[in-house]
């Protein structure tokens, strides 16, 4: 019985109010989804990127806001505003990044943003 791949990541993990780091990058090559998680975002917004590049240097790689779709709604976007899950189709991508564009307030003097990749089962 095929068995499908995962590996957990994290993106950011305690960014303060008023940053906007990059944060680390997941390989996503040969995967099929990602699900990001969330925690803390009060006000600002969190944004998902992707590369088909080979190396996942920020400074010599074009990263591309790509759509994702938040669990709780089904309603297809590019960044998010609020806590949530989100389903991200990573097929044929080399890396993604998941990283507040801004940042005003955070729950709890922190926000946490994980990943989930997952391959498909044949």
């Known amino acids: 019985m095929p068995v499908a791949r995962h590996d ?27 699900v990001a998680q969330i925690v803390g975002l009060n006000t ?3 944004r998902f990127d992707a590369t088909l590049a080979q190396e996942s ?29 989100f389903y991200v189709d990573v097929r044929g991508l080399a890396y993604l990044r998941v990283w507040p564009i801004t940042l005003s307030i955070v729950n709890d003097g922190r926000l946490d943003i994980y990943g989930l990749k997952q391959t498909e089962v044949s």
């Open 8 to 34: 957990s990541h994290r993106f950011q993990t305690n960014v303060g109010t008023g940053t906007t780091p990059n944060g680390t990058i997941m390989d996503v090559n040969g995967y099929a989804f990602v």
């Open 44 to 46: 600002g917004t969190v």
């Open 57 to 85: 240097t920020p400074a010599t790689t074009t990263w591309v806001n790509i759509r994702v779709t938040p669990l709780n709604t089904g309603t297809v976007a590019t960044t998010a505003t609020a806590d949530g899950l």
